[in-house]
Nanobody
Framework: QVQLVESGGGLVQAGGSLRLSCAAS????????VAWYRQAPGNQRELVAT???????SYTDSVKGRFTISRDGAKNTVFLQMNSLKPEDTAVYSC??????????WGQGTQVTVST
C-alpha cells in the first residue's frame, strides 16, 4: 500500500503559476511511474504528465511548454510546476503511482481554480 498526499492547489488568476506536490509514503523506485491527472466538472479524467523512476517525462499536448513534472532528490515527492495557467486548467488534480506489478494508488486530489 502506498499513500499519496497532494498539496499546493488554490485559486490563481490566468497567467499565474502554482506548484503542486505529491508526497508518497515510500521512495519512488525505478519501476514506478508517477502521474498527475486532472478532472474538471462534467469531463473525463485526463492524464496531464508522467515521470518514471528513471526521470523520463511526458505531457499531454495542452500543457506542453507550460507544465513541468519533476521529482526531488529524496525520491518520495513529485512536483507539478504549472505556469501560464489558463481557465481551462481548472480541475481537481490527482497524483497516481503505478508500481512494477501494475498496482495503482491515488491521492485525494487538490483543487486548482484559474480565474479570468
Amino acid at each position: 500500500q502506498v499513500q499519496l498526499v497532494e498539496s499546493g492547489g488554490g485559486l490563481v488568476q490566468a497567467g499565474g503559476s502554482l506548484r503542486l506536490s505529491c508526497a508518497a509514503s515510500r521512495s519512488i523506485f525505478s519501476g514506478d511511474v508517477v502521474a498527475w491527472y486532472r478532472q474538471a466538472p462534467g469531463n473525463q479524467r485526463e492524464l496531464v504528465a508522467t515521470i518514471t523512476g528513471g526521470r523520463s517525462t511526458s505531457y499531454t499536448d495542452s500543457v506542453k511548454g507550460r507544465f513541468t513534472i519533476s521529482r526531488d532528490g529524496a525520491k518520495n515527492t513529485v512536483f507539478l510546476q504549472m505556469n501560464s495557467l489558463k481557465p481551462e486548467d481548472t480541475a481537481v488534480y490527482s497524483c497516481n503511482i503505478r508500481d512494477y506489478l501494475g498496482r495503482q494508488y491515488w491521492g485525494q486530489g487538490t483543487q486548482v481554480t484559474v480565474s479570468t
